[in-house]
């Protein structure tokens, strides 16, 4: 592969050079497949927070620990350890499924709720229909949506 070689964005029009170097994050004009940063529990103190006084839902791939904030909006975590996905790669994929699933689910929200996913082994096998199958339950069965 041509490491000067021009690629046109996926929008058209505009070409960017190098991006082969770059690899596929470099088409990407805009983030959005990120999840807007006022919906991110973050810090650490707010993750710890969450684990220390939230309320636990467990299921077979992932334990949900949720917790009532008095913000304007509600905030996602994810945690996937390394012994549960072995290879880096797994791991975000894992975490970029559940980001977009909640990504779609956010705005159904009743309250506002700081809410943290520990995903564990099982988690990397499912689809991602499947996992977006079992987060919808939890959620609902949290009372959350």
Same mark, same amino acid.
């Given at each position: 592969?041509? &490491? ?5 964005? +996926?929008?058209?029009?505009?070409? !960017?050079?190098? /991006? ?9 004009? =805009? /983030?959005? !497949?990120?999840?807007?940063? *006022? &919906? ?5 103190? =707010?993750?710890? #927070? ?11 791939? &992932?334990?949900?620990? &949720?917790?009532? %904030?008095?913000? /304007?909006?509600? @905030? ?10 072995? +290879? ?6 894992? *975490?970029?499924?559940? @980001?977009?699933?909640? *990504? %779609?689910?956010? #705005?159904?929200?009743? #309250?506002? !709720? ?19 199958? #079992?987060?919808?339950? /939890? ?7």
């Amino acid at each position: 592969m041509a &490491f000067w070689r021009a690629r046109a964005l +996926p929008e058209g029009g505009e070409f !960017y050079h190098g /991006a082969a170097r770059k690899g596929a994050n470099a088409l990407r004009s =805009d /983030a959005t !497949y990120m999840l807007v940063r *006022k &919906f991110r529990l973050s810090s650490r103190q =707010d993750i710890e #927070k969450v684990l220390r006084k939230g309320k636990i839902l467990k299921t077979n791939h &992932f334990s949900m620990r &949720f917790l009532l %904030n008095n913000l /304007a909006s509600s @905030r996602i975590g994810f945690v996937v350890s390394a012994q549960a996905v072995r +290879p880096a790669a797994g791991r975000n994929l894992l *975490k970029r499924r559940a @980001r977009e699933i909640i *990504k %779609n689910k956010i #705005k159904s929200f009743k #309250k506002r !709720y700081d809410v943290l996913f520990i995903f564990s082994k099982g988690a990397a096998l499912l689809s991602f229909h499947e996992l977006e199958e #079992k987060i919808e339950l /939890a959620l609902a069965a949290a009372g959350i949506i």
